[in-house]
Each structure stands twice: as structure tokens, then as C-alpha cells.
């Protein structure tokens, strides 16, 4: 089978959902819709945790972290992906793939291992709230702040410099979203089981000890709940722990199916949706899932208004 010249000079066609969807007018709005709401609910949420000092504790510094993140992931894919539609151009250059692969790669597995100490912290402040400053003092968060960042994008290095040194076959139209590792694999003319299989590795070694740590901490979080005398404190760390629980389900689900299941399992328009999910809905329903139940938090972004807008 002939190869097409994989340099920098060379490109890709990305045929997301746009493309084969049958009211792409309508759906391009609702992305546009959600892409803004991703921009202004985790813009609006770093720039309270940002200017409250009462928020300046681990669990809201953590969940600053997240809002980054969201706000960069949707930020990779989604405005190339209007743009495309709007101008009817959805070619991508060699070089722009591996960068989206190498960003989209990065964010995500930091945002995977964000999650597993988000939880250690909910974990430490409920169990243990004695100890809580000493447990998570300025050089612990400072390490949970770094550590997902540093492996991440090593993570990322690794897979974009191995997937983008396949031979890739004349037919350069990826049927997806954005440049990701299992649908890019399909247009490699050399055979790419290894790879697939040293990719299911990684996938569950980066995947699952952090939502086992994550069950782990909620199991001993929910034990600590049910034998609280107040019912106030209950309900608050109920409501701060369903809220997290929600967001890790929403990920983790996305990103088992993407890279934990066999790619026998994988179909384009399945792969597409669920990247249209953790790229675009879950960024934009993260802040609103953390902040409209936190009373912290909307106590605080009232004080920011009243201080900034009186």
C-alpha cells in the first residue's frame, strides 16, 4: 500500500460530528452555546477563587486547578472544530495534530489525576478535620498541583511522539472530533497491535489506581458521614462529595470507553459522541455542578460582584 508523505508539510482531514450529522446547523449552535458557557462558568470560577481570600484553602485551590483544565480541554477542540464548519474547511496539518494530540493528551490525564487527590483532600477533611492542615499543608497541595501536570504531560510526549512516527496511508480523513491516538491508529499502514496493547496499558495504569484511590476515599468518607451527630454537617459533606462523585463519573466514564475498551467495541459515531461529551458537556457542566450547590462558592462570587461592580 503506497504511504503519503507524514512530514509537517503534510495534513489530516478531521470528519467529526459536524460533518456527519443531519442538522449540523443546529448541532454547531449547540456547541457554539456550550463552549460559551465553558468559557464563562470556569472563567467566572477561577476568577472567584482567584479574588476571595476565603477560598483560599486547599479544596477550592484544587478546584481552580479544574476550571484550568476544562477551560484548556474545550479549548484545544472545540473552536477549530466551528471554525472548520463555518468556513467548510476541516483540514489540519501534521504538526497542528500532534500539538492537539500532545494538549488533548495532557489536559486529560492531568484532569484524571486531579480528581484522585480532590478526593484524598474531601477524604482528609472529613475524616480527619484535626489534622487537615498539617495533612494537606502548603507543600502537599503545591505537589498535588504539579505532580498531575509533570506525569501528564511526559504521558502525552511519549504516546504523540510514538503514534506520529507511524507510516500513514494515502487516505489522510480521521472519522473524529479531534487528532486522538485510536482513530488516528486506523489510517497507519504498519500493523499497530502492539502498540494498541502497550496504549491499553497505559490507558488502565493511568486510569483505574486513580479511581480506586477515588472509591476508596469516598467508601471511608461515606462510613465517616453516616456516624455524624449534626445533620448540617452531613448534609454539607453529602452535597460536596455527590457533586464531586458526579464529575468523576461523567470522566471516567468517557475516557474508560475511549481508552480502556478493546477497539473492537469502538464505532466512529459511538468515538464521537462520547469525545463531543468529555471535550465539550462535561467542561461546560463541571463549574455549574461545583458552584450552583456550594454555598461557599456563591457566597463568595457575591462578595466579588458587590466589591467590583458597587
Not at 136 to 150: G, I
Request: glycine letters at 4%; aromatic letters at 10%.
Amino acid at each position: 500500500m503506497e504511504h503519503w508523505n507524514s512530514t509537517l508539510g503534510s495534513g489530516f482531514m478531521l470528519l467529526g460530528i459536524l460533518n456527519n450529522s443531519g442538522f449540523p446547523g443546529l448541532l454547531c449552535a449547540t456547541i457554539s452555546v456550550l463552549y460559551m458557557l465553558a468559557l464563562t462558568s470556569n472563567g467566572l470560577l477561577l476568577l472567584v477563587i482567584t479574588m476571595d481570600a476565603w477560598l483560599h484553602v486547599p479544596m477550592y485551590l484544587l478546584l481552580r486547578q479544574l476550571s484550568l483544565m476544562d477551560l484548556l480541554f474545550t479549548s484545544v477542540v472545540t473552536p477549530k472544530a466551528i471554525i472548520d464548519f463555518l468556513l467548510s474547511e476541516n483540514t489540519i496539518s501534521f504538526g497542528g495534530c500532534a500539538l492537539q494530540m500532545f494538549l488533548a493528551l495532557t489536559v486529560g490525564g492531568a484532569e484524571d489525576l486531579l480528581l484522585a487527590f480532590m478526593a484524598y483532600d474531601r477524604y482528609v477533611a472529613i475524616c480527619h478535620p484535626l489534622n487537615y492542615m498539617v495533612l494537606m499543608k502548603p507543600r502537599v497541595y503545591w505537589l498535588m498541583m504539579a505532580t498531575p501536570w509533570v506525569l501528564a504531560s511526559l504521558n502525552a510526549l511519549c504516546h504523540t511522539l510514538y503514534t506520529m512516527h507511524f507510516p500513514f496511508c494515502r487516505s489522510r480523513k480521521i472519522n473524529h472530533l479531534l487528532c486522538e491516538i485510536p482513530p488516528l491508529l486506523k489510517l497507519a499502514c504498519e500493523d499497530a497491535s502492539r502498540y494498541e496493547l502497550m496504549l491499553y496499558v497505559t490507558g488502565v495504569t493511568f486510569l483505574i489506581p486513580p479511581l480506586v484511590a477515588i472509591l476508596a476515599s469516598y467508601t471511608l468518607i461515606l462510613l465517616t458521614v453516616l456516624h455524624m451527630p449534626s445533620n448540617e454537617g452531613r448534609q454539607k459533606a453529602l452535597v460536596t462529595c455527590s457533586s464531586h462523585l458526579t464529575v468523576v463519573g461523567m470522566f471516567y466514564g468517557a475516557a474508560t470507553f475511549m481508552y480502556v475498551l478493546p477497539s473492537s467495541l469502538h464505532s466512529p459515531k459511538q468515538d464521537n459522541i462520547i469525545s463531543v461529551f468529555y471535550t465539550m458537556v462535561t467542561p461546560a457542566l463541571n463549574p455549574l455542578i461545583y458552584s450552583l450547590r456550594n454555598k461557599e462558592v456563591m457566597g463568595a462570587l457575591r462578595r466579588v460582584l458587590q466589591k467590583y461592580m458597587l
